[in-house]
Each structure stands twice: as structure tokens, then as C-alpha cells.
């Protein structure tokens, strides 16, 4: 009956409520903690008022990934220039996981095809293409640049979801055992040490971002130029080797 009450006194039951009472679960003591029967006592419901909305656990853990990226996609607008909306996508994914640690470790490396994943790899996809790559090219980038955003968000999200007394331990051990390691055995390490950056400085990121959109913007440049070179045609046909019948005569 209490239960009951509370349920009626919040609000109509809906995925909406139940996706954000699952992320509170989640952040707050890590997904093994979300159970039908927790989510029921949290949204003041019977549990099996939950699967009327999710079938199953795996179809709620899939809806967690799509909030994710609605955290990260919904307000996303393209900007004239295609490198600074690769590098806004780039953020907003990144973002999303680390504002939802927990979460992010929690749903690590499943797809959740639903609306906002098809989302965010439309505006990857479309946003390469206008760069002017190939088709190939385009989708094969989009892996890259995905795949070494969501690496790098998943080990901050593992990171800050270990118990703060880990974290603090890992975070000295950068500022204070690698700074007196024996300058005979690690030499470099000694020399080196005081200008490792913390183990979750947030330049580090951005640095490799920069790296990775600088390396792919050189591409895109060499694409370009290639296309417009005018001593280039292309036949399909393989390139002639030299000494071949299809070798440059001048």
C-alpha cells in the first residue's frame, strides 16, 4: 500500500522515470544494485510494474546507452566549419560518459540501436563527408575517431567509479612514488616525473584530440588535392609500376 501511494504521489510511472531512477541507482551503488525490485522501491512502484515498460534487464541497460548519448547528441548543431563539429562531437560524447562515471562503466561497449546512438553516428558520418573523404574512408574514420573517444571516456568513467580511497591512492602514486624511483634503475623516470601530467588531468584528453582531428585533417587535405590534381585521372585500374607499359615516358 505505502508503495503504492509513493508511486501515484511522483508522477506517472514511464521509461523516462525509470531511466533516470536507474542512473541514480547506478551512480550511487554500481549496476549490480539495479534490480527490478530496487527500482520499484526507488520509484515507490511494484516491480512488476517495471516490466511493462522493460522487458528485461538487458532492454533498461540498453536504454541507459541511449541516454547517454541524448546527453550527448540532443543539442548538437552542426557548424559551417566541419573540424570544429568533429571536435564538438568529439566533447559531447566524451562529456556525457564522464558526467554519468558509473553509468558509462556500467553500459561499456554495448549498442543500444535506438534513436540517439543512430543520432550521434549520423552526425559523425555526415559531418566526415563533408570533409570531402570517400565514402569507405568516412566510415572507416568514424570507427577510429568513436572508438578512441569512448576508450578514453570509459577508463576516466572506470577510474572515478573505483572508491575514493583507490582513486586518491592512484593519484598519489603519480605524484609521489614515481617522483623517487631510483634515478639508477629508471633514470628517465627520475628526470621525467615532475612533468607527467595527474591521472586525470583533462589537458590529456585534449591534447590527443587535438592529435587525432590534426591527423585526420591532413588527410582530408591530401584527399582534396589528390581530387583536384589535374595530372591525376582516375581509371580504377591499379597504378602501372615503373618499367611498365602504364610508366610515366617523361
Known sequence: MDGT????TRGVLSRRRIVD???????????????????????????SAIYRH???????TLALVDRLNEDAMKTFTP????LVSLRDLCLRLRAAHYNSPRVGS???????????EFQG??????????AGFSDEDAAVLYRVISEWVLAFAYEEAAFMSLPEATREADKAAWREDYHHVSPRKYPTIFELAPHIPAIDDPSVFELGLDLLLESIARKAEAAAGSATDPRRVD????????????????
Open 21 to 47: 531512477a536507474s542512473i541514480r541507482i547506478v551512480e550511487e551503488s554500481g549496476g549490480d544494485a539495479l534490480t527490478f525490485r530496487r527500482l520499484g522501491t526507488e520509484l515507490g512502484v511494484h516491480p
Open 106 to 116: 556500467f553500459v561499456m561497449a554495448r549498442t543500444s540501436r535506438s534513436q540517439y
Open 5 to 8: 501511494k509513493r508511486g501515484k
Open 79 to 82: 557548424d559551417p566549419d566541419w
Open 235 to 250: 581509371t580504377g585500374a591499379a597504378p602501372a609500376h615503373p618499367g611498365t607499359d602504364g610508366a610515366d615516358a617523361g
Open 121 to 130: 553516428v549520423e552526425n559523425f558520418l555526415s559531418t566526415l563527408r563533408r
Open 54 to 60: 522493460f522487458r528485461d534487464k538487458n532492454e533498461l
